[in-house]
């Protein structure tokens, strides 16, 4: 089986979301199972590739009404032999890893150059996929240019799987940018690209790829609702039978309590006495109040609607009034961010906030908080939520998306579950779910000690996920190709 991942992002090389810590870790675990999987990605001006092979011959990728050439380096992931290949061509790529998140014809070339690449950089390697596995907008324009402008080479009779992060961000383009991606006229239709006068990779690759996968089960099916569909839930009903949700899965290693370096202390499921080590010096290191008994609620996040930030400042001081602590790590809406800033100054050692991003205080915030809140109005999976029950810390979220696909509701009658779910986000529910929440910390320590131990005991790992995708791979191929099934 011979996989390309085309992908705007990768961890460690660019993320700007949960989709580059997929295509950082699902390769790996891919490999691991005996699949040929390579990725390619743009070389984006924040990238060093001083230390990466560099091929001697450039690279050709149609597009407008010329050729872009493109230099061509390639690495492999951190700690495997999988391949990662980097398109340089700096008229496109040199800046950030998204310029307009859509809308404008050189926001469509940039990815339409990483999409048609793809195609020129297997026949560069001869290397002859099975699947290309794209993912979101930036590489859905490739289902779409398999079926049309590279049906005419029978060298890529290959299927396509496109995998769905996030249904909300779909950005369109002006009709004019076929003309530059040399898509035919004729997709310009409501069962091809057109979405109301505009062009939408997200819908065209959802009617071209040979298959469509989204990143938790939940999820698959909230996106063929009016509700969570994002417009396209009559494209994702039609699509139906070709649409399975797996769920994702998190870097264990990378995620491990009993030798994550950036702790003051380590601890395992069977001795906790490191957690409250590491709640100590998470308080004195954010200003909070030192209290062994004191509770702690974490959360790391997006500031953002999605998210819940709203509803979260506006319950902030009855949160508090609970007796609880909180800590926030994150950055996004200017004006979440104002307020958070503002109630870090003015609720000193009980709430602590920091704007922006830091990977060492994102994981002491999971160890050494005992609660984790995330809220989400829809979450296609979620990581956080996994992040804490590794690190023993329940969490409080929304029953949404991948969310409710892996927090089971606590029962207090049998010490069963590992975390605490609101059915749909307000105040009142919130609220109350806090409020139950503490009341297991503080009235139930068994059963709130009894949930953390199954937390951490709960595998969630990349390899169940990999599993799937590679029975789906073959899934595809037999819908792309009728005699793969005799084979």
Not at 149 to 170: C, G, L, R, S, W
Not at 253 to 274: I, M, Q, R, T
Not at 363 to 390: K, T, V, W
Not at 419 to 430: A, D, I, P, R
């Amino acid at each position: 089986m011979k996989v390309l991942f085309v992908a705007s992002e990768c961890t460690p090389y660019a993320k700007a979301g949960g989709l580059g810590d997929v295509v950082g870790a699902l390769p790996k675990a891919l490999h691991a199972l005996g699949v040929d999987v390579r990725v390619v990605l743009p070389k984006y001006a924040h990238i060093d590739v001083s230390g990466y092979q560099r091929h001697l011959a450039p690279l050709g990728v149609p597009l407008g009404d010329g050729t872009a050439w493109c230099a061509l380096h390639e690495s492999r992931l951190p700690g495997t032999n999988v391949p990662v290949y980097f398109l340089e061509h700096d008229a496109l790529f040199g800046g950030a890893i998204y310029e307009s998140y859509g809308g404008t014809v050189h926001e469509a070339a940039r990815f339409g150059l990483l999409s048609r690449g793809a195609f020129s950089l297997c026949r560069y390697l001869g290397f002859v996929p099975d699947v290309f596995h794209v993912h979101d907008w930036p590489s859905a324009w490739l289902p779409i240019m398999h079926n049309t402008v590279e049906a005419k080479y029978p060298f890529f009779d290959a299927a396509t799987v496109f995998t769905i992060h996030n249904m909300a961000h779909q950005p369109r383009f002006p009709k004019e940018a076929l003309a530059t991606l040399r898509i035919p006229e004729s997709q310009f239709k409501p069962d091809g690209l057109e979405d109301f006068g505009q062009l939408n990779p997200f819908k065209g690759g959802a009617y071209h790829a040979t298959m469509i996968t989204t990143v938790s089960p939940r999820y698959a099916w909230e996106i063929r609702t009016p509700e969570g569909g994002a417009g396209l839930h009559e494209v994702m009903e039609f699509r139906g039978a070709d649409l399975v949700g797996i769920l994702n899965g998190i870097d264990e290693e990378v995620w491990n309590p009993e030798k994550d370096p950036y702790l003051a202390a380590h601890y395992a499921a069977e001795d906790l006495s490191g957690k409250a080590v590491c709640k100590r010096a998470l308080q004195r290191e954010l200003g909070l109040d030192v209290g062994a008994t004191t509770p702690l609620i974490g959360i790391v996040s997006r500031l953002n609607h999605q998210k819940g930030s709203d509803v979260i400042a506006t319950t902030l001081d009855a949160i508090l009034a609970m007796g609880a602590q909180v800590v926030l790590l994150g950055s996004g809406d200017p004006t979440y961010e104002a307020v958070f800033a503002a109630k870090s100054e003015e609720l000193r050692g009980r709430f602590a906030a920091r704007i922006g991003f830091d990977e060492g205080l994102s994981h002491r915030i999971e160890a050494g908080a005992d609660l984790f809140l995330m809220p989400s109005r829809f979450e296609p999976c979620g990581l956080n939520q996994m992040y804490s029950q590794r690190y023993g810390t329940l969490p409080i979220v929304t029953a949404t998306g991948g969310l409710d696909d892996t927090v089971e509701q606590c029962d207090p009658a049998t010490a069963r579950g590992t975390g605490f779910k609101l059915s749909y986000l307000s105040s009142s529910t919130l609220l109350h779910t806090i409020d139950w929440a503490l009341s297991v910390y503080r009235d139930a320590p068994l059963v709130f000690r009894t949930m953390q131990e199954r937390c951490m005991e709960k595998p969630m790992g990349w390899e169940p996920a990999a599993i799937r995708y590679r029975e789906l791979y073959q899934w595809a191929l037999e819908r792309r190709r009728p005699a793969f099934r005799a084979s």
